[in-house]
């Protein structure tokens, strides 16, 4: 199955600064790589996504890079606001035929006034 | 449109019961998946569903299982409840199999005592 490693844990940025999560991934035969953004007492909420056959998408804010000969993928969000502040989870699909979604451990996202 | 919906919010048990979650998707998704969130922690993947048939299962024990009805809503039920089952249960619909555009619902907080 499938192993997603994401750093940093924990990441404080100023308000306005440009933030970046990364993700590495080990089964290369992953082609989906969706990020979600979890409040606190709230569901994890699908903010964007990306395909094996494109290296970047971009969407307002933030955008998601691919690497996949290195396999690994990053999150950026530019001009952070104080909703921004969450955990942040990188995922990939499960793989060993099992159709689910394998989490990173999350990245907390704290935006300084 | 509605979005994913889970019942009840917040539930209490003692070890060694049984316990039943239950989830709505998203009008027109056929796909539903569940989740484990330990705190502190990515959701880990437990089962799929997709047109009343598992699509895969996670690393998880037989004290574990699921359904899903014609109208594509799920139930989750867990036997001989231990603490460590204390955790967020999430569900998430899709409108098809795999790990593709997974949309969460707010989940349901299982503490066992």
């Given at each position: 199955g499938e192993n997603v490693e994401q750093h940093p844990s924990t990441l404080s940025v100023q308000e306005g600064d440009s933030a970046v999560i990364k993700c590495t991934y080990s089964d290369s035969a992953s082609n989906y790589f969706p990020w979600y953004k979890?409040?606190?007492g709230k569901g994890p909420q699908l903010i964007i996504d990306i395909r094996s056959n494109v290296g970047e998408k971009k969407d307002q804010r933030i955008a998601v890079t691919l690497n996949k000969?290195?396999?690994h993928f990053s999150l950026h969000i530019t001009e952070t606001q104080p909703e921004d502040s969450a955990v942040y989870f990188c995922a990939a699909p499960a793989?060993?035929?099992a159709d689910g979604l394998t989490f990173g451990k999350g990245t907390h996202l704290i935006i300084q006034p | 449109d509605a979005g994913v919906t889970q019942s009840p919010t917040h539930l209490i048990k003692t070890r060694g019961q049984h316990v039943t979650l239950r989830?709505?998707?998203?009008?027109g998704h056929k796909s539903v998946s569940w989740y484990q969130q330990v705190l502190g922690q990515g959701p880990q993947f437990i089962f799929q569903y997709y047109e009343k048939e598992e699509r895969g299962r996670g690393n998880f024990p037989d004290r574990f299982s699921a359904r899903q009805f014609p109208n594509y809503s799920s139930e989750l039920n867990v036997n001989a409840l231990l603490l460590g089952d204390s955790a967020l249960y999430l569900c998430a619909s899709s409108p098809?199999?795999?790990?593709?555009e997974q949309y969460f619902g707010p989940g349901t907080r299982l503490t066992v005592t």
């Open positions: 979890q409040e606190l000969t290195a396999k793989g060993g035929g | 989830c709505s998707p998203i009008s098809r199999a795999g790990g593709d």
